[in-house]
């Protein structure tokens, strides 16, 4: 295995330090290290050093979805997106609700070798929200599964989301909620208000979300597990999640980059680009989404990365798809709306893009200080390299990015994958 | 440039009269004999229907054959579009014919918006899903215009499921560019969270608003709205909301009842009403005809079109 | 029935081309004298204008058509219906230009069997007069259709001929020929420019 030496990086945004990798850990820090046998990275003194990037929300399509993403393609992007783990949702077909499911999606992963991939296992058979899946079995597969979430429904019975999150205490696992009431949201198309009323498309109200998610804070507390809530779209959202962690239930969130930085008014332009659950919010929200995973009430970014087909959304918004890419663009929407505003500082995005997602997922290997020591799971980061979103370059099989033709403030420019580079000078290495 | 008519909002009041007295012209032609024009020989006019609607598309299909088009009717059952072809492929499809118009009824919320985005003709949006019927607040000013002399000023009460009406998202729109001032009237459930960015009153309350009513137009109920809720039954939304002879004789002396049909005769309506000289609704039919001649007209009659819009949220420049 | 029709007044309808450095060749009393002499004419070769209807080509042809059915009827105490036909939708050069308000159209009484004398102001390449046809033919089968215009300026580019002419206008192609008249106009008068 190459040793590397990381010459000339900034860790966490600090000062610049030469960081040498040796046997996949992170071996030695300091100024001006001896080259000694290892390949050389020049960070030329601008690039912010991170511990490499973790998703707690990625839907890689495979099996059954291989025309919208692979494991292989969703993961490659992962890499040039930063990441050096992602979670894989359970929405598959067959769903990961099985622990033979879960093992080959890890497997797929391991083989592709871009980044880790931490299965996610349902919570409910077949997404169906009737009967528990077999968490314990997933837990207890090689894919060693601890995050479990029905994404793309929610679990909505109250007696079942209470047992799910009950059982999985058993393994340290923790129920990622999809908060969507059902009878609230049939056939809701966007934010439910002004907008929805002018283009006539069915409204999705607020409300549908936070109802959701008040009670499962309280099922949480009431039965002592932990509760993820994802994807917090609304500002409403972000004060019961304020108020339960004030209470010091165990609970955490996250947000998208989408719902940061676009607003409900994109649904006026009928492009399915940008159709997505839960739909874009109010410019009030995106504010309070803001401020919240500023101040640590929401704890991570997720991307929700939704790949789909052309055929899914070049149609007409009703008939369309949900959803969104993400892995590729998240670390620059991130430093837009965040960095650049003042609201987080490298640590910052450190913190809410790795550390405490390896945390909720319980990746021992990820989220790692920088230190020796630690696995070299790193994220090299040019702060200062604007760059233009282009479908035609992004790995991901599917081009459904609301971003293209937008100009982001940061870029990846390696990764790397315990020592392993996955991406060098933004390709894939 | 390439125009559309996806939304009253397409037009402004200028152009909206315009339509109205082009409209007027042509409904002289209804009274000739020979109910023809020559003026749109070689353009062709397709009728893309996604949901049924044998009286709007055999409007549309009047109105392009009195000017002389050629004219498709595409309807989505037992076509290719029933078997999954995506809305983009109908268009390139529509496109290859060399359709100069397509005239679209959607089931879908802007669904026209979309097609504008893909075809190189003019896209008359002829209603979509929950949000916009264009051509229906155009025959129905112009009948009001015809009837009571003007629209400026008039005060123009919508009753009914405002909520899921395209027709009066439409006619608040239409009749505000038109300096009328509507009101809207329903149960609170059936309308929309956010109205109150809509250039209308809103009312819960039909017999405080009648006197005041210079134009009542009474909208559809379906029964499925009573299933899902919005109103406890039939019985209940007719006594609150249903309009009948005694609730009529609150109405000033001149003021007319309107009806986009199709009616629901006892329920929103009652028979006697319906039949009666304030009711425009055979007229509305007419009327529509001479609309649509004019909207035709106005978007395919000459070197460029007189009305409409540039398509709305072209999206990024990426796409060709 | 109606004997006269009030010609739109729509600022589109009225703006005829405004010859720039214009040059009077007919004046107030040269247009009465002309229209007079039109209206004898059409008197004599209608045998007394027995099922005769004047049809006005709008906007200025209406008036004209108005003018000479008040002469008729001093001459001869004969009420003759004067109509209006819009040839909008019927012109040939429609794909051309951007589509254009539409006049009216009003007939009293019908064409059928009737004598329908077109009225225009300018008679010059024929193809409103071929548009006026066509749209007549629409309305109903006249006995026999005439042409009156005020000036006949030649260039014709169909084989179109008027039956009565108030005045006869060697013109270049490119010249304008601007008909004013009181009621739409506050005087009457024919004017010659060159084109800008």
């Not at chain 1, 990441?83 to 999606?105: F, I, K, L, R, S």
């Not at chain 2, 729109?173 to 809207?184: F, N, R, W």
């Not at chain 3, 102001?121 to 749209?135: I, K, N, P, W």
Request: with cysteine; charged share 25%.
């Amino acid at each position: 295995m190459t040793d590397w030496l990381l010459r000339q990086v900034r860790p966490l945004g600090g000062d610049v330090v030469d960081i040498r990798i040796v046997g996949g850990v992170i071996a030695e820090i300091g100024p001006s290290l001896p080259e000694g046998d290892c390949s050389v990275y020049e960070g030329g003194s601008s690039l912010v050093a991170l511990p490499g990037l973790v998703d707690l929300h990625t839907h890689l399509r495979e099996p059954g979805r291989e025309d919208a993403e692979t494991v292989e393609t969703g993961t490659r992007a992962a890499a040039l997106g930063g990441y050096t783990a992602v979670h894989a949702m359970a929405n598959t077909t067959p769903v990961a609700d099985v622990a033979g499911v879960v093992e080959q999606v890890w497997r797929l992963g391991r083989d592709a070798g871009w980044c880790d991939v931490a299965p996610v296992g349902a919570v409910t058979v077949g997404l169906g929200g009737e009967h528990l899946a077999e968490l314990g079995a997933m837990a207890e597969s090689i894919a060693r599964v601890r995050v479990f979430s029905d994404d793309g429904k929610c679990v909505s019975d109250p007696v079942l989301m209470r047992r799910a999150l009950e059982y999985v205490k058993a393994f340290d696992g923790v129920i990622a909620q999809h908060a969507q009431d059902p009878r609230l949201t049939e056939g809701a198309q966007m934010n439910e208000g002004v907008v929805s009323a002018r283009l006539g498309l069915a409204g999705w109200p607020a409300v549908a979300e936070e109802a959701i998610i008040a009670r499962d804070c309280l099922l949480a507390a009431h039965v002592g597990s932990r509760l993820h809530v994802c994807h917090l779209s609304t500002a409403g959202s972000v004060e019961i999640i304020r108020a339960a962690k004030a209470k010091g239930w165990d609970v955490t969130a996250e947000v998208t980059p989408h719902h940061l930085v676009l607003t409900e008014d994109l649904a006026a332009t009928y492009d399915p680009t940008y159709k997505v659950n839960p739909p874009l919010r109010t410019a009030a929200d995106v504010e309070a989404l803001r401020d919240a995973l500023a101040d640590g009430t929401i704890d991570v970014v997720a991307t929700d990365h939704a790949p789909h087909p052309v055929e899914d959304k070049e149609t007409d918004w009703t008939a369309a798809a949900f959803g969104m890419t993400g892995l590729e663009t998240a670390l620059g929407i991130v430093a837009e709306t965040m960095v650049a505003t003042g609201r987080l500082d490298w640590a910052g995005v450190a913190d809410r893009m790795s550390i405490a997602a390896a945390r909720i997922g319980r990746l021992a290997d990820h989220g790692r200080p920088i230190a020796v020591g630690e696995p070299a799971n790193l994220t090299l980061i040019d702060p200062d390299a604007a760059w233009t979103v282009d479908r035609a370059q992004l790995a991901s099989r599917s081009t459904n990015t609301p971003y293209a033709g937008r100009s982001l403030p940061a870029r990846v420019v390696a990764t790397f994958l315990r020592g392993r580079p996955t991406v060098l000078d933004g390709k894939p290495a | 440039m390439k125009r559309h008519l996806l939304s009253a909002t397409d037009l402004d009041r200028e152009s909206a009269t315009l339509v109205l007295d082009t409209a007027e012209e042509m409904a002289r032609l209804g009274e000739r004999s020979i109910k023809k024009l020559p003026t749109l020989r070689g353009r062709t006019v397709v009728n893309l229907f996604y949901e049924d609607s044998t009286r709007t598309r055999t409007s549309f299909e009047l109105a392009a054959k009195r000017l002389s088009a050629d004219v498709i009717n595409f309807s989505a059952k037992g076509s290719s579009v029933s078997k999954g072809e995506s809305l983009k492929d109908t268009a390139l499809t529509l496109e290859a014919m060399g359709a100069d118009a397509v005239v679209c009824r959607h089931s879908g919320s802007g669904a026209p918006h979309r097609l504008a985005q893909w075809v190189k003709g003019s896209v008359v949006n002829a209603g979509d899903g929950t949000h916009e019927h264009p051509t229906q607040a155009l025959l129905d000013a112009f009948t009001m215009r015809r009837r009571l002399g003007r629209i400026e000023g008039l005060r123009v009460t919508i009753v009914g499921d405002i909520l899921h009406s395209r027709v009066a998202r439409s006619n608040v729109l239409l009749l505000d560019i038109l300096g009328a001032h509507p009101t809207v009237v329903a149960p609170p459930t059936l309308l929309p969270v956010g109205i109150e960015a809509w250039p209308t009153e809103v009312s819960y309350d039909i017999d405080a608003v009648l006197p005041k009513s210079d134009v009542v137009m009474m909208l559809r109920v379906q029964n499925e709205r009573m299933t899902a809720s919005y109103f406890p039954n039939v019985r209940e939304y007719s006594r609150r909301y249903g309009l009948d002879a005694r609730r009529v004789a609150a109405l000033p002396d001149d003021a007319i009842v309107m009806h986009p049909g199709p009616m629901n005769r006892g329920v929103e309506i009652a028979a006697e009403v319906a039949d009666s000289a304030r009711s425009t609704i055979v007229e509305q039919v007419a009327n529509g005809v001479s609309v649509r001649m004019a909207v035709l007209y106005l978007l395919l009659g000459g070197s460029e079109p007189a009305i409409g819009s540039p398509a709305a949220g072209s999206t990024e420049g990426e796409r060709p | 029935m109606s004997a006269s029709v009030t010609p739109p007044t729509s600022p589109r309808a009225t703006s005829a081309p405004e010859p720039p450095d214009g040059r009077s060749v007919l004046d107030p009393a040269d247009v009465g004298r002309a229209l007079t002499r039109i209206a004898h004419e059409i008197l004599e070769r209608t045998k007394g204008g027995d099922d005769l209807v004047l049809l006005g080509i709008p906007t200025r042809g209406v008036t004209i058509a108005n003018r000479l059915a008040a002469r008729i009827r001093a001459v001869e105490g004969l009420e003759v219906p004067v109509g209006s036909l819009d040839i909008t939708m019927y012109r040939d050069d429609l794909r051309l230009r951007l589509p254009r308000a539409l006049e009216t159209t009003d007939v009293p009484g019908g064409v059928d069997h009737k004598l329908v004398v077109l009225v225009d102001d300018v008679l010059f390449t024929g193809r409103t007069v071929r548009a006026a046809l066509d749209a007549l033919s629409d309305l109903g089968r006249p006995r026999a259709v005439q042409l009156a215009v005020l000036v006949d300026r030649g260039h014709r580019e169909l084989p179109i001929r008027a039956d009565y002419v108030g005045k006869n206008l060697p013109t270049s192609r490119t010249q304008l020929v601007s008909v004013r008249l009181a009621e739409i106009d506050g005087s009457d008068a024919v004017v010659v420019g060159e084109a800008s």
